[in-house]
């Protein structure tokens, strides 16, 4: 286990939003046979109800971009003072450059400004602080906007009840600064990498050879294997192109490791988890969360779940929407924020958010930059032409 | 635990609509399904400090197979 403490970064505000487009399972009956008493049972098991879902057209930097406007708009940020923009993503907009030059620009950040990607999951938004952290404690950078956004719904099909019914779409806007008085964090990051293949896409990159563009087989065999369903052990058909996600394995994995690390986290840190006011887990589902949190030595009551039951398991930004959920009264002096998921990565963080501002969950408003993919094939068609 | 108190809780963790006994063939059950196994899972951590794997679980078919698995921790 890998522990790392900061002195001199101060999260200052956090800003999410979500799409406005909600689904709510009872809407779904027809996968579960018409069967309302089937979803009763599975709300009450995993927390499966309400999840927000993006159109086809938006990506997850225009989620980041709407958020990271909130932010700046919300906090007054001089967009001229921010000298690093860090953008966590798994589906970035296209594969180089990063992302994050993309965003810089619709930001109008300064050309003083670095940006760069990092590739993470779930475990996104504390990876990304972890990182963000050094950056900072190091003296290099004074203020950084870390941006994470993800649209997982986007790439399921409704009809893979495997995965469809756990994943919600996101963005989130977190600001850090370097702070002269002393302001302590906490890390805890564990590598799981036996563990690559449990969650995973296998079929979106290089490996592949997705890339290999001017192999005509290639786009044969997507065609081929693209409609192909195959039949989980669990009985769930899914599609064999899709994200595969091999859940019994992730729980068997989640319930075990994540408690470990945390408890160890404390241990390291001389605190109990009666020191603790909330444990803020990543919204996996809810047996995950209270599983982990029981495990760890929590009383249930302090392991919430319901911004999964709200939004769904919006992966790295399910962290930052549980904060805007949470009561403003709680004492957010000391934050036990852990994100765990693909790679896999458990990721604890003890964070002091008692002088941070947290938005509310905002809804999406499409940037006007959004094209359809019609347009987008036109745009650069034209483009190319030089028109 | 007792045996009908492990029933009883059994019958809460899988979300069933009748009792069962220890005798009941899981593979029967429409609601023995992967939430149920991971539900047992970790049911099982969190009562008896019991690790079940997912192979233990694929040669399971009948409620006693699932007591067998507590060992000590279900009697009488």
């Known amino acids: 286990m890998s522990f ?66 909130n932010l700046i708009k919300e906090m007054h940020i001089d967009k001229k003072s921010i000298d690093a923009l860090v953008f966590v993503v798994q589906q970035p907009d296209v594969i180089s450059p990063a992302t994050a030059y993309f965003l810089h620009d619709k930001l109008g ?61 996101g963005g989130s806007a977190t600001l850090l600064e370097y702070s002269e008085d002393k302001i302590e964090s906490f890390y805890s990051i564990e590598t799981v990498s036996s563990g690559f293949e449990a969650i995973v896409p296998p079929f979106s990159g290089a490996r592949f050879g997705l890339y290999s563009i001017q192999e005509d087989e290639v786009f044969e065999k997507i065609s081929e294997i693209r409609k192909e369903k195959v039949i989980m052990p669990t009985g769930n058909e899914v599609a064999l192109f899709g994200g595969y996600l091999d859940g019994i394995s992730v729980f068997d994995f989640t319930i075990k490791a994540v408690p470990k690390n945390i408890k160890d986290f404390l241990e390291y840190l001389n605190l109990t988890s009666t020191d603790i006011p909330v444990l803020c887990l990543h919204q996996a589902n809810k047996q995950i969360v209270q599983s982990v949190g029981v495990e760890a030595g929590f009383d249930v009551e302090k392991v919430p779940y319901h911004a999964f039951e709200n939004y769904g398991n ?74 | 635990m007792k045996k009908a108190e492990f029933l009883s809780a059994l019958e809460d963790v ?30 099982y951590k969190k009562t008896f400090s019991v690790e079940i794997n997912l192979n233990d679980l694929k040669n399971i078919q009948t409620v006693n197979d699932l007591i067998k698995l507590a060992g000590s921790n279900i009697d009488g």
């Open chain 1, 109 to 169: 950040l300064s050309k003083d400004c670095i940006a760069t990607d990092i590739n993470q999951g779930c475990a996104g938004w504390v990876f990304g602080l972890h990182m963000v952290s050094q950056m900072i404690e190091s003296g290099a950078y004074k203020k950084v906007l870390l941006l994470n956004g993800d649209t997982p719904s986007v790439n399921i099909d409704k009809s893979d009840r495997n995965s469809a019914p756990i994943f919600g779409d």
């Open chain 1, 4 to 69: 790392s403490k900061f002195e001199h970064v101060k999260i200052s505000g956090i800003s999410v939003v979500v799409p406005e487009d909600e689904i709510n399972i009872y809407d779904e009956a027809e996968y579960y046979g018409g069967s309302i008493k089937k979803i009763d049972r599975m709300r009450k098991m995993v927390g499966f109800w309400k999840r927000r879902v993006a159109d086809k057209n938006t990506t997850p930097s225009d989620l980041a971009y709407n958020a990271a406007q």
């Open chain 2, 14 to 43: 899988l979300q069933l609509e009748d009792s069962i006994d220890e005798n009941q063939n899981l593979l029967d059950l429409e609601e023995w399904d992967s939430l149920s196994k991971m539900a047992v899972m970790a049911y």
């Open chain 1, 314 to 387: 919006s992966t790295m930004c399910s962290i930052p929407t549980l904060l805007a959920c949470l009561d403003k009264n709680i004492d957010k002096e000391k934050m036990l924020c852990c994100g765990f998921g693909n790679g896999l990565v458990v990721a604890s963080s003890l964070l002091n958010l008692k002088d941070t501002y947290i938005s509310k969950v905002e809804n999406f408003v499409k940037p006007t930059y959004v094209k359809t993919r019609d347009e987008y094939v036109d745009y650069w068609r034209k483009k190319i032409k030089g028109e």
